[in-house]
């Protein structure tokens, strides 16, 4: 099978998304106990929510305000997309440059009240600074982000961006009009046989010099989002690598969780994430795309998706699987 035929499965199951149809009688998520003293999560299309996937890691998180305009959150936005070979054989070459393709970006006319950062990596956070600009969000991360995207900030965006960054370490539960962001410790994924983070490393004290590489772009700790509508109780929750805190889960009891396939050396993945969050109504999958492959086109499975597809029926058979293709949206 070609991997572009592997996107035949994933566009339908972007068009069951419409969803309830792709949940078989007698497969309804059963009621469960919420910190919001919900019995059962609110119907498909009641959440407050609208996601769009902007590949990788990248999602734009509309959310609906009684009586106010709608707020834009977005996670990990890269859009410029530059070669590095990350899922060929050779894996990514640490030497690639960092670019930002500011015409690029600008093309998608992206809104934000807050952008939140996972972690370092040259797929996640480059792009940051261009759009904190533009959109003027707030922008969260931890104190490595945040020296790192000073250091990456063009000229006539950092002092600016110094405004804009709120500094966050996990554990901060943080108040908007209609809606809260809870920062969580998470971990990064650890491939290969030694399970090693990838460009691991902080960058505490201050910007360290402009990264030009992207082995400057160091993971600088990674942190999970959680967002909540006040006006529903539905809460979503991001992680942007493959491993997880369990302790930092506690009581989050999520009704949507966005989740990466991998994981190959973290104890038990998908069955223990899934059981930390509460089995919750559903999974989205992120960080599912070759991101050498356009953003404008059908994405392209590196690989992972069908195996966290199966990890997740197995682990939570009343959960919904919910594939989003780029560009695509999907409002729970
Ligand atoms: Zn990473």
Redesign the pocket.
Known sequence: MSRRGLLGASAAGLAAAGLTAAVPAGAAPAARPSRFGRSAPPEPGKSGFRLRWLGNNGWEIRVERPGAAPATVLVDPWLTRFRTGTYSEQGADPKTPVTVDRAAIDRHRLRADQILVT?G?Y??MPDVPHLAARTGATVLGTESHANMMLALAGPGERRALEEQLSVVRGGEHIRFEGYSVRVLRSL??MPGPRARV??PGTRPGGPPPRPRTIADLV?GE?LAYAVTSEATGFTLVNF??SNFSAADLAGLAPDLAMIQPGGSTVHDYVPRLLSCLGHPPYVVPTHWDDFDEPLEEPAVDWGGLEGLREAVAEAAPHTRFVVVDHLETFTP
């Open positions: 972690h990596h797929d996640h990064h994924s990838p460009f993971e990674t942007g690598g």
